[in-house]
RNA sequence: GCGGAUGUGGUGAAAUUGGUAGACACGCUAGACUUAGGAUCUAGUGCCGAGAGGUGUGCGGGUUCGAGUCCCUCCAUCCGCACCA
């Protein structure tokens, strides 16, 4: 009988489903292992190709843990908030719940047909009310926290507040904003919007004007990771600097405890690297350079404490609070126009100024605290008012760009560094000798570091210090499709909603642009109001500020949702918390995680401070939600183009005269490059009448380019009509025959035929009869199969342990080779085969068992075969090795060999005695 | 500029610890069978060479009995960060 994969495979989804075969509960007595892949957007534009590479990886692993005995968790998700369905809105007027929840049923679809063993009945939306209750919460407890140095944890804002009564914040070692120093007495007389300007300062989510990255196409704010070379991340629009009062989250106060986490985490060295790099830890000094003719004094921070008596010069930047007050008379004009031509330049034009060397002289000057000597202080917009303390002390020999500077305005430079050149170029190195630089002078640059912080400190003028480049998360969106925030204003001061009268649902609007006075979506709302008597949302009307009062306008960014999902599928359906605690001690954090690596700096920093701040919080026993990531490569997309010269028509490739301009043209209508002209002409209205120069054969010839999967470059390739050609095991077995997941490839089909020519060569190992049924000998195995199979079943367990996905499809053919040359169709060989093979092909490997008589259980309830050397031992080869004039003998490590084996066989050959 | 990754046939790629480089598959060549198929089977296929043989993992060195693998220099490609003091 032939393979038939579509019947199989419908058979056995219907089953699966039936069956609830991929349902999990909590069970004490097994272990957990919770794999889990990064959920999806639901675009509407579907699944392609690309989306699978690791959701089948990630499927094969939980499948191979399952027959392992472990009990696996494997959910499945939407991340459904989003900017998309929104402007879909925008100009269509569909609600984008309605939007989303057609493109979750086309995933949903396109899922099931790939067999993946996801337990539906987790599923998570991030847009769901159930769902985004507990996003509201977590902000709420956030909220209500601050950061304690001295635990090195979040805390109760309540306990800080009781402290405050107490003795003030004097004592308080925090993670805060707060610079002013109050006592009890103080705090206890201030009103109640002063506290909760102070509390401001504290909370690990907080409003605050800050400085923020404002997108005017998108009409929103964005964070510093959506935002890349200046402009948007998503659409490619500018982004300038905007003063705007936002909600933030204190992320910084999590930097080194993300920084450290990170050590004990399977990710790749590249996104550790990404993120160290991205959190900028920097150690040194920060030092006070007292003013000349004031009493103020100017803040530097400098990595560098050991060149202090290199300093020639101090440089602010534009923005720094002290430039307009310390600015003498004559240089007021020329300080306000640098100040203004600064703020004009967008993101875009500084970074592409970096050679441009500009500043102007305040004319102020500072006292250098060692030398006594008198510094002039510059700005400059090299310098940056949200790094450090937005001050430098310029080291023009140690420093490139200091040198630059110094070079440019012929400022004299002072070498401190014993036989170094320094008239070409700063000498930059943390080697030199110091010299010049009175009790510094003769030391290595490590020694002098220690020795001027020392010396720093015992002068009362700074103190050693550590700086982060991370800066705290900008969490408001002035957008419609999000999570609402849990926060009402009473005279203007942010007032959570509690728990219970969660969640706070997104209100129905009529427009979903901003308001014409500049307000987010939300504005729109006319049942928008918090009424604190009887805790609901009420119409805008009755806003009294007495009870009933406005509710926050903006919504949350897309990654809160995402921030802790993971969570959420261990108990999705709890009304009661975020997830109960025998849920999360339980399935713990995620054993394998899944997903792209452009989250780098995003989602996955985000979910992590999430993660530490919840077991912060006592809610979970662990602080890092991923152990091992693996990061799949993207499939990119073959687009192919037609080309149209200046008389409109089109030309075939090896026809350009050069003049043509390329169009994208839809790969349905290609097929080995040769384009499908009848086809084209029908597939828009503007082509109808299209004209082709073709080529001498009479065939019209397409060009081609590797880019990222698109709608709009017509090269999208969905996993259906593979699905519907191939059958969903042989598309499962060929995208992990491609090559390691890792690796980004173009999508090509040219292979799929010999992933498909295994599964029926696998088929047909089973001698299946014109009635289905299966012709196996019981008789004892011989020895040929036995080794085949153990070779096999060795090769695929080390390479799943060590997710080499692609090399075991390869082991999986030759084996299937080797028992068909083998005549081999023994029922035993096969019976463990079939369990070998089923991570990568269900389907067939359900109905393989089920024929061999198994049909009342599942082939996911199999035991993982398990490796029996004494079938391969016989199969080593030994060679002569010429070695210091001696005759040695050494084992040839074929595959069957573990490197002790080897090591034994050197020893026991008689001829190394 | 800084940090990370990668570089192997016509193609996708294997080679886990330094031990027969190119497994497995695509493609290609020749043949067999046929109900002519995107079917199956057989043989061949790194490069040079008729052959013996030589040569070969981005370039150039080094360590080693032995290097795709370890070390150094350089080159190329990709990714991330980028006036971060």
Redesign the pocket.
């Known amino acids: 009988m032939e393979y038939n994969y579509n019947a199989i495979e419908q058979k056995w989804r219907n089953r699966w489903a039936e069956r609830k075969t991929y349902q999990v509960e909590q069970d004490a007595n097994k272990q957990k292992f919770y794999v889990l892949d990064m959920f999806p957007y639901p675009s509407g534009a579907g699944l392609h190709v690309g989306h699978p590479l690791g959701y089948i990886a990630s499927d094969v692993y939980a499948r191979y843990k399952r027959l392992q005995g472990f009990n696996v968790l494997h959910p499945m998700g939407y991340d459904s908030f989003g900017l998309p369905a929104e402007q879909y809105a925008i100009q269509t007027g569909q609600h984008p719940e309605l939007t989303t929840k057609e493109n979750i049923a086309r995933y949903r679809d396109q899922l099931d047909k790939i067999g993946f063993s996801y337990d539906w009945s987790r599923e998570v939306r991030t847009s769901s009310p159930e769902y985004y209750k507990w996003t509201q919460w977590i902000f709420i407890e956030l909220f209500n926290s601050w950061y304690d140095k001295t635990t090195d944890k979040a805390m109760p804002i309540s306990e800080l507040v009781a402290t405050f009564e107490k003795n003030g914040n004097a004592n308080i070692n925090a993670v805060s904003d707060q610079e002013e120093v109050f006592s009890s007495e103080e705090w206890n007389n201030y009103s109640e919007e002063k506290k909760e300007a102070v509390l401001q300062n504290y909370r690990l989510t907080y409003l605050a004007d800050s400085w923020v990255n404002w997108c005017p196409a998108l009409g929103t704010v964005l964070a510093?990771?959506e935002v890349?070379?200046g402009v948007s991340e998503r659409g490619g629009h500018p982004v300038e600097q905007k003063l705007m009062r936002q909600w933030s989250m204190r992320i910084k106060a999590y930097a080194e405890r993300l920084l450290t986490g990170l050590e004990g985490l399977e990710w790749?060295?590249?996104i550790k690297?990404?993120q160290r790099?991205?959190i900028?830890k920097?150690k040194?000094a920060s030092v006070q350079f007292q003013l000349k003719d004031s009493a103020n004094a100017i803040e530097?921070?400098?990595?560098?404490p050991d060149t202090i008596f290199g300093v020639s010069f101090l440089v602010l930047?534009p923005e720094h609070p002290l430039v307009d007050s310390i600015t003498t008379n004559e240089n007021k004009e020329a300080v306000a126009a640098y100040k203004q031509n600064a703020a004009l330049k967008s993101e875009r034009d500084?970074?592409s100024?970096?050679k441009?060397?500009?500043g102007q002289i305040t004319g102020a000057k500072a006292i250098h605290p060692f030398t006594g000597a008198e510094v002039d202080i510059w700005i400059a917009?090299?310098?940056?008012?949200?790094?450090?303390?937005?001050?430098?002390?310029a080291?023009p020999c140690g420093?490139q760009?200091?040198w630059?500077f110094a070079t440019h305005f012929a400022i004299p430079i002072k070498n401190i560094f014993e036989d170094k050149d320094i008239s070409k170029a700063a000498y930059t190195e943390k080697d030199a000798v110091i010299a010049n630089s009175d009790f510094l002078s003769g030391l290595e640059a490590k020694v002098a570091i220690e020795k001027a912080i020392e010396a720093i400190e015992q002068k009362g003028i700074g103190k050693g210090k550590t700086?982060y480049?991370l800066r705290d998360a900008v969490f408001s969106r002035q957008r419609y499709w999000g999570e609402p925030f849990p926060i009402y204003y009473k005279n203007g001061l942010p007032q959570t909603i509690a728990v219970e009268h969660l969640p706070i649902v997104l209100p129905e609007v009529e427009k979903y642009l901003p308001t014409e006075d500049g307000q987010p979506p939300l504005g729109n709302a006319t049942v928008w109001a918090w009424d604190t008597v009887a805790n609901q949302v009420v119409e805008n009307s009755k806003i009294d500020h007495q009870t009933v009062f406005p509710l926050e306008l903006n919504t949350m960014p897309g990654w809160a949702g995402s921030s802790w999902y993971f969570l959420r599928y261990t108990d999705p359906n709890n009304t009661q918390a975020f997830a109960s605690k025998e849920a999360v001690d339980y399935w713990k954090n995620v054993d394998l995680y899944m997903g792209g690596?452009?989250h780098?700096?995003g989602h996955l920093l985000y979910a992590r401070f999430w993660t530490k701040f919840l077991f912060d919080c006592g809610y979970i026993p662990f602080d890092e939600p991923f152990k091992k990531m693996i990061n799949q490569g993207m499939i990119l997309g073959r687009s192919s183009f037609v080309y149209r010269n200046e008389q409109g028509k089109y030309v075939s490739k090896n026809k350009l005269t050069g003049n043509e301009t390329p169009i994208h043209v839809d790969i349905s209508l290609v097929d080995n490059d040769k384009l499908d002209t009848e086809g084209f002409k029908k597939w828009r209205a503007d082509f109808a009448n299209a004209e082709f120069i073709l080529e001498d054969d009479g065939s019209y010839v397409c060009g081609f380019e590797i880019e990222k999967m698109s709608k709009s470059k017509y090269n999208v390739q969905t996993p259906d009509e593979l699905v519907e050609?191939f059958g969903a095991d042989t598309l499962r077995c060929y995208e992990m025959?491609?090559?390691?997941v890792e690796?980004?490839?173009p999508w090509?089909?040219?292979?799929?035929?010999?992933?498909?020519?295994?599964l029926?060569?696998l088929w047909r190992l089973f001698q299946i009869d014109e009635n289905g049924l299966a012709h196996l000998s019981t008789d004892a195995p011989n020895k040929e199969s036995l080794k085949s199979l153990h070779k096999t079943i060795?090769?695929v367990s080390?390479?799943l342990e060590?997710f080499?996905f692609?090399?075991v499809?390869?082991?999986f053919?030759?084996c299937v080779?080797e028992l068909?040359?083998q005549k081999c169709n023994n029922k035993a060989i096969l019976e463990q085969l079939v369990v070998l093979v089923s991570p990568y092909a269900p389907h067939i490997a359900e109905e393989l068992w089920e024929k061999m008589g198994n049909g009342t259980t599942s082939v996911t309830q199999a035991q993982f075969p398990t490796f029996n050397e004494e079938f391969l031992v016989e199969s080593t080869?030994e060679y002569p090795?010429?070695?210091?004039g001696k005759m040695r003998f050494?084992a040839?490590?074929?595959?069957t060999?573990?490197?002790k084996e080897?090591e034994e066989i050197v020893i026991n050959s008689p001829e190394a005695a």
Do not use: C
């Open positions: 510093n990771d890349v070379n790749t060295d590249s690297d990404i790099n991205w900028g920097s040194g530097v921070f400098t990595t560098r930047a500084r970074q100024d970096v441009n060397v500009t917009d090299y310098v940056l008012a949200s790094y450090g303390t937005g001050a430098v002390m080291v420093d760009r200091d630059d700086n480049r690596s452009e780098a700096t050609k025959f491609l090559g390691p690796q980004a490839k090509d089909t040219k292979g799929i035929n010999g992933v498909s020519n295994f029926r060569k060795k090769k080390e390479d060590r080499s692609n090399t499809v390869s082991n053919m030759i080779n068909t040359e080869i090795v010429s070695f210091n050494k040839a490590l074929s595959a060999l573990s490197p080897v």
